[in-house]
């Protein structure tokens, strides 16, 4: 089974905005796709170690999305039939909210490309494939869409400006330096 991104987009978009899940919906609704799939959920105390682990002020918006996305679209049903019985259901959530640390809940809300990054990471996580694309379509896209790497090349691009800004302005004050002593000399 593979996970069709537009279906689960377009369903998501299809439901009402909801607040935020209390955070412990958000863990049985999450632990409960485990069940589904025949993989034992995190316990207590995996719940706790995750967010140590994730050491974030994000991390509880973060599941709360999960859940909503899990929830409300084919994504739980899909991740079900993905899963192998074998699966770690820590190490998976783990490695995903590391993967969507800067990602708030209201920027997959409310944003095209970082839901669509959030609902891929999900699937790679999972082990599972995108419908109608290769594995390396779909890596390929991914890394397109990676906040943290947009991110970088805006600092980048930034520092790039700052430079050239100073190199604007030491240009300048040359200039003027040399029309000053033209302008002594010629008098």
Request: hydrophobic share 40%.
């Amino acid at each position: 089974m593979r996970f069709d991104i537009p279906l689960i987009r377009k369903q998501l978009a299809s439901v009402p905005v909801t607040s935020p899940y209390p955070h412990d919906l958000a863990v049985a609704i999450i632990c409960d796709t485990f069940r589904m799939a025949n993989v034992r959920p995190p316990s207590r105390q995996d719940w706790a170690a995750l967010e140590d682990h994730a050491n974030s002020p994000l991390w509880r918006e973060q599941v709360g999305m999960l859940a909503h996305v899990l929830a409300s679209s084919s994504l739980r049903e899909t991740t079900a039939q993905v899963l192998v019985k074998s699966a770690n259901a820590t190490d998976i959530l783990q490695r995903f909210f590391a993967n969507i640390a800067p990602l708030t809940a209201e920027m997959v809300r409310s944003n095209a490309f970082r839901q669509e990054e959030f609902l891929r990471k999900w699937a790679h996580v999972v082990g599972g494939e995108v419908k109608d694309e290769s594995p390396s379509q779909s890596t390929q896209r991914l890394n397109q869409l990676d906040y943290r790497k947009a991110q970088q090349e805006m600092v980048r691009a930034e520092e790039i400006r700052r430079k050239e800004a100073e190199q604007r302005e030491k240009m300048l004050a040359e200039a003027a330096r040399r029309e000053a002593e033209a302008r002594g000399w010629r008098e």
